[in-house]
């Protein structure tokens, strides 16, 4: 019998992003390379999505740069895809930064492993004592925004700006910075900066099974049950691992920086994971 038809991607991406450290489109070359080994795939701009997703299967979004920088666009998207009942790869019920960063200030209230975070001038007394202190828009992303401020200054810093608008963080002395690779709730890979000057030089990491409890307690908090999630953290100067950030919109993959194992499978996983998300 003949084989049926090929499911449809429209593939989100803006391949002219420049990104620091990163090479976007590189990821999105490749990863649309062999994820045309089973899909018929068409790219486009994230400006462009919410006119061009009818009559595909699913919408695979990655690495399309900050999601403020074309907002209206953004919010059109999601509008059509939910009117159309299209899929979309990750699904648009993610509560990590897909959401917005309200997310910390719920888990630090929570009392969850996470850098204490609130974001209203009355609570800066829950955030403990520190050399310096991060304000950084609710809504940002890429450090966009983000800015240092001094203890002394930090109470009229937070009262110029309307509550619930910035997050405010004591700056932690870290160890360096780790992340850990999810697709749907199965772990890929850890990646590791050991340069806290560097963000972007990684090094394949190996976590500990205390690690791997640590992250996948951020992934069952998401309740995603399909698509990319990332899960950045901090190891701090006594050891304990922080949140840092729960990446579920578009999570660069650093796909370079793996072993081509490694990398060989994160893609069949991604292939039967979108086959799945389809149904």
């Known amino acids: ?12 991406t803006d391949l002219a992003y420049e990104a ?12 649309t390379s062999r994820l045309r080994e089973e899909f018929d795939i068409a790219l486009c701009h994230p400006r462009d999505a919410a006119a061009l997703l009818d009559g595909f299967d ?13 907002q209206e666009a953004y919010d059109a998207f999601r509008a059509r895809a939910r ?29 969850h492993p996470v850098i204490a975070t609130v974001d209203r001038a009355v609570d800066l007394g829950l955030l403990p004592e520190a050399a310096e202190y991060v304000i950084k828009p609710k809504l940002g992303a890429d450090s966009v925004g983000l800015r240092f401020v001094a203890p002394e200054l930090l109470a009229a810093e937070v009262a110029a700006e309307p509550d619930g608008t910035v997050l405010v963080q004591p700056r932690i002395d870290f160890s360096y910075e780790v992340s850990f690779y999810f697709i749907d709730r199965d772990f ?23 690690d791997l409890e640590f992250a996948r307690r951020f992934v069952e908090w ?15 100067a006594d050891g304990e691992l922080l949140l840092v950030e729960l990446e579920d919109l578009n999570p660069y993959l650093s796909l370079d920086r793996v072993t081509e194992p490694v990398r060989e499978a ?10 799945e998300l389809i149904g």
């Open 1 to 12: 019998m003949p084989a049926g038809p090929r499911p449809s991607v429209l593939f989100v």
């Open 20 to 31: 620091r450290g990163r090479r976007y489109c590189d990821e999105d070359i490749f990863l």
């Open 58 to 70: 699913v919408v695979v979004k990655r690495n399309s740069g900050p999601v403020l920088h074309y």
């Open 188 to 210: 890929q890979y850890a990646l590791y900066a050991p340069h806290t000057d560097r963000r972007w030089v990684l090094e394949p990491y190996g976590p500990t099974a205390a």
């Open 266 to 275: 994160f893609v069949a996983r991604m292939k039967t994971s979108v086959r």
């Open 222 to 236: 998401n309740t995603l049950t399909h698509g990319i999630q990332r899960i950045d953290a901090c190891r701090t």
């Open 83 to 111: 009117e159309r009942n299209v899929p979309v790869y990750n699904p648009l019920t993610g509560r990590g930064d897909m959401a917005g960063k309200q997310y910390l200030v719920d888990l630090s209230a929570a009392k």
